[in-house]
């Protein structure tokens, strides 16, 4: 290869690094958004032992940063022409390739386990709320804030709570159709009509169910992690195939 066409291709290599480091810094904080959770719903995953997408969210945290130093370094490799950094910056790349591949299929394939239908969040919920373990406090309090934030009740709606066996039930079942988080409430956020609600008056709870909510944020988070790391990776194979050209025409 020429040296104008050798040239040219190592500008090539640069500006396709510089790309890559940029999605690789963005990554790398969309990443520390799906781990810091800002919807809090971790203790619903976490009690399946299926948590894989906050696992993928720190791999990716840490691939993001990766891909960005080291874009940087084979920036550095391509101006010097040196083919022992260029193999140094290939052998780098490739092994964060991998990680980031572990990381994006384990946030697609976690994903589809927790929310591919109602029923595991449901089996969770009627086990788990409101009993006295460290999980049944993390998920009464998860529970509790969502039905009140999101305006929902249970699951699938309402007939969640007296349809089917639950620790709640066994527990207050005698006083409470459904927690009295799942009452409409006045703006002051007290109960609008306690009494009304606990007998089952329609117009004083919640309708709808709150699985539509949880689905709609695990699925962002995975695509966060997933599906935009799916697409760094196209980015990051396009700038490693090209730059195995480019150090396989260095002398």
Request: proline residues 1%.
């Amino acid at each position: 290869m020429g040296a104008g066409a050798l040239t040219c291709l190592m500008f090539v290599v640069i500006a396709l690094n510089a790309i890559a480091a940029a999605a690789g810094l963005a990554l790398f904080a969309v990443a520390i958004w799906v781990a810091v959770d800002g919807y809090k719903l971790y203790p619903i995953s976490s009690v399946s032992g299926k948590d894989d997408i906050f696992a993928a969210a720190w791999i990716a945290i840490f691939t993001g940063f990766a891909f960005f130093l080291t874009c940087i370094f084979g920036i550095f490799a391509a101006l010097k022409r040196s083919r022992g950094f260029m193999m140094a910056y290939l052998i780098i790349m490739f092994i964060i390739f991998l990680f980031e591949c572990a990381s994006a299929i384990t946030a697609a394939t976690n994903r589809d386990y927790l929310v591919g239908n109602s029923n595991l969040v449901k089996k969770q919920m009627l086990q788990y709320y409101a009993d006295s373990s460290t999980q049944g406090k993390q998920i009464t309090q998860t529970w509790n804030r969502v039905m009140e934030q999101v305006e929902c009740c249970g699951v699938d709606g309402p007939a969640d709570w007296f349809q089917y066996n639950s620790t709640f039930k066994q527990m207050f079942g005698s006083t409470y159709i459904w927690p009295l988080s799942c009452c409409k409430r006045l703006s002051t956020f007290e109960v609008e009509d306690k009494e009304g609600c606990m007998v089952g008056k329609a117009a004083t709870i919640f309708s709808k169910g709150c699985f539509q909510h949880i689905e709609s944020v695990l699925s962002r988070y995975t695509w966060a992690v997933s599906w935009y790391g799916f697409s760094v990776l196209m980015l990051v194979f396009l700038t490693l195939m090209i730059a195995m050209i480019y150090y396989m025409q260095l002398e």
